[in-house]
C-alpha cells in the first residue's frame, strides 16, 4: 500500500509501534527530519487507509481502525512497512496489527462466567498482494516479543560461512580442571529477551492468552497454523477464546515480605 508522501522516512524502522498519540517515532542518530512538518497528520492517513483496507478484506460494513478511534482509545497498533527498493522511493505499508486490554465477561469450559482483562486482537490486516509471505507472523512474533527459534536443529540458524555463529550470541569456552577427564567444550548463549513494550511489561503474553475481536476464517487458520490454536471455549459475545486462556488468568493474592512477617495484599489496593 503506498502513500503520496515518503513512508520511509516517516518510519525509520521496519516496524512501528504506535500508541492513542499517533506520534511520529523517534529518529535514529544521524538520520534526518523531513522537511514536512506535519507528520502526524500523514500517520493518521495511513492509518485511516489501513482500517478501510481491514473492513473491506473481512466484508464489513465500516472500518473498525481509525485515527479518531486510535485517539479515544488507549489500544496500540504495530504497522510493517516494506523495506524493499520502491520504484518511487516512498516505501510502502504491508500491513497492521491492533491490540488493547479490554474488559470482558467470558465463559470458561464449565460456563461459569469470568471477569477479565486479557490482551486483545482487535484488527489485523496483510495487503493482498504480499499474503503468505510470513509478514503476519512477523508482526504477530514482534508483538508477542517471541524470539525466533529454529525447531528443525538443536543448533542456533548460522550463516552459510564456516565456522560462523549467529549475531549477538555469546560464546563461552568451558575448560576442565587439571586432571579430569572432561574435554573442553563450548557453549553459546542467545542474546537477552528485547524490552518488552511498556504497555506490555504487565505481564509476558502467550498466543493461548489472548482475546480475538470477530476474528475471520482467515486469521482464525493463521493462528492455528502458527500458533496451533485450535480448541476453542464458545462464548456469548464476539470474542474467541482457546484452550488454556485460562491457565494464567486468575492469580492467587500478592505477598508482601518484611521483618513481620507475610502480609498478603489486596487485590485492588486503594479500591481501584
Not at 2 to 15: C, M, Q
Not at 17 to 21: E, Y
Not at 225 to 232: G, I, P
Given at each position: 500500500m503506498?502513500?503520496?508522501?515518503?513512508?520511509?522516512?516517516?518510519?525509520?524502522?521496519?516496524?512501528t509501534?504506535?500508541?492513542?498519540?499517533l506520534?511520529?517515532?523517534?529518529?535514529?542518530?544521524?538520520?534526518?527530519?523531513?522537511?514536512?512538518?506535519?507528520?502526524?497528520?500523514?500517520?493518521?492517513?495511513?492509518v485511516d487507509?489501513?482500517?478501510?483496507?481491514?473492513a473491506?478484506a473481512?466484508?464489513?460494513?465500516?472500518?473498525?481502525t481509525s485515527a479518531?478511534?486510535?485517539?479515544?482509545?488507549r489500544?496500540?497498533?504495530?504497522?510493517?512497512?516494506d523495506t524493499?527498493?520502491r520504484?518511487?522511493?516512498?516505501?510502502?505499508?504491508?500491513?497492521?496489527?491492533?491490540?488493547g486490554?479490554?474488559?470482558?465477561?467470558?465463559?470458561?469450559d464449565?460456563?461459569?462466567?469470568n471477569?477479565?482483562?486479557?490482551?486483545?486482537?482487535?484488527?489485523f490486516?496483510?495487503?493482498?498482494?504480499?499474503?503468505?509471505?510470513?509478514?503476519?507472523?512477523?508482526?504477530?512474533?514482534y508483538?508477542?516479543q517471541?524470539?525466533?527459534?529454529?525447531?528443525?536443529?538443536?543448533?542456533?540458524?548460522?550463516?552459510?560461512?564456516?565456522?560462523?555463529?549467529?549475531?549477538?550470541?555469546?560464546?563461552?569456552?568451558?575448560?576442565?580442571?587439571?586432571?579430569?577427564?572432561?574435554p573442553?567444550?563450548m557453549?553459546?548463549?542467545?542474546?537477552?529477551a528485547?524490552?518488552l513494550p511498556?504497555?506490555?511489561q504487565?505481564e509476558?503474553?502467550?498466543?493461548?492468552?489472548?482475546?480475538?475481536?470477530?476474528?475471520?476464517?482467515?486469521?482464525?487458520?493463521f493462528?492455528n497454523?502458527?500458533?496451533?490454536?485450535?480448541?476453542?471455549v464458545?462464548q456469548?459475545?464476539?470474542?474467541?477464546i482457546f484452550?488454556?486462556?485460562?491457565a494464567?488468568?486468575?492469580?492467587?493474592p500478592?505477598?508482601?515480605?518484611?521483618?513481620?512477617?507475610?502480609?498478603?495484599?489486596?487485590?485492588?489496593?486503594?479500591?481501584?
Open positions: 503506498e502513500f503520496p508522501f515518503d513512508v520511509d522516512a516517516l518510519f525509520p524502522e521496519r516496524i509501534v504506535l500508541d492513542q498519540h506520534r511520529p517515532p523517534a529518529r535514529r542518530p544521524g538520520t534526518t527530519t523531513p522537511a514536512r512538518v506535519d507528520l502526524q497528520q500523514q500517520i493518521m492517513t495511513i487507509e489501513l482500517g478501510k483496507a481491514s473491506k473481512q466484508h464489513l460494513p465500516a472500518p473498525i479518531l478511534r486510535m485517539q479515544s482509545n489500544h496500540v497498533i504495530y504497522v510493517l512497512k524493499s527498493a520504484p518511487a522511493g516512498k516505501g510502502a505499508i504491508i500491513g497492521f496489527l491492533k491490540v486490554y479490554k474488559k470482558l465477561f467470558v465463559l470458561d464449565r460456563e461459569a462466567h471477569e477479565v482483562e486479557p490482551l486483545c486482537i482487535l484488527d490486516y496483510i495487503h493482498e498482494s504480499v499474503q503468505r509471505h510470513g509478514h503476519g507472523r512477523e508482526l504477530f512474533q508483538m508477542l517471541v524470539p525466533e527459534i529454529d525447531l528443525k536443529g538443536s543448533s542456533p540458524r548460522s550463516s552459510k560461512r564456516p565456522c560462523s555463529m549467529p549475531h549477538n550470541w555469546s560464546i563461552f569456552l568451558c575448560i576442565p580442571l587439571p586432571g579430569s577427564q572432561l573442553a567444550s557453549l553459546l548463549l542467545p542474546p537477552p528485547p524490552k511498556l504497555f506490555l504487565k509476558r503474553v502467550e498466543p493461548h492468552q489472548l482475546a480475538i475481536d470477530r476474528p475471520s476464517p482467515k486469521l482464525l487458520k493462528l497454523k502458527h500458533y496451533n490454536l485450535e480448541t476453542t464458545p456469548v459475545n464476539n470474542f474467541v484452550e488454556g486462556f485460562f494464567h488468568q486468575h492469580q492467587g500478592r505477598v508482601l515480605t518484611g521483618p513481620a512477617g507475610t502480609i498478603p495484599l489486596p487485590q485492588n489496593p486503594g479500591g481501584a
